[in-house]
């Protein structure tokens, strides 16, 4: 992702009322979370795994914070089991932004399978998603998502097509 899509994304995120995120390491999402953790508009945390995010997350709301995780396609994989146990069960709503490593047009091969069981895999577990490819898309998809969570206190998913994310 290059560093103006980042700050667009960002910017969006923060104008919609996010205000909390958890992020670790990734590669594609490396501008937008750097910009995120510089940002005065959001509370950040560095996390090791993508259970531990979800579950921070989950605190924060609680505290009043509007949270949003950033992370890979195969974060939504292993993050699944707090997303049922904590989010779902009692009813807190997360923002979860994510690559779309293995969608159309991916050419890393080791991607392929998880991107072809997110869009299955986040229906089976109810979570309404979204993908976008143009960060010129995210300002009006963000405020969608933060009225979603607002009415369904239920995780919804953004999720960055690999033409967002790979352009550098």
Request: charge should be negative; aromatic fraction near 6%.
């Amino acid at each position: 992702m290059n560093q103006s899509d980042a700050e667009t994304i960002g910017t969006a995120l923060a104008d919609a009322g996010f205000d909390f995120a958890a992020t670790l390491p990734a590669d594609q999402l490396h501008a937008l979370q750097a910009w995120v953790s510089k940002s005065q508009r959001f509370q950040t945390v560095a996390v090791t795994n993508e259970g531990e995010g979800v579950a921070i997350c989950a605190g924060a709301w609680l505290a009043g914070k509007m949270p949003v995780i950033i992370l890979e396609t195969s974060g939504i994989l292993l993050s699944t089991y707090a997303l049922m146990r904590c989010h779902a069960t009692f009813g807190i709503p997360i923002l979860m932004l994510s690559t779309y490593r293995g969608g159309l047009g991916d050419q890393e091969w080791y991607a392929a399978h998880t991107g072809a069981v997110l869009p299955d895999l986040l229906a089976s577990l109810r979570i309404p998603c979204k993908v976008v490819s143009n960060a010129d898309e995210v300002a009006t998809t963000f405020v969608d998502a933060r009225r979603t969570m607002n009415s369904s206190l239920h995780p919804v998913s953004i999720v960055m097509d690999v033409r967002l994310t790979t352009r550098e």
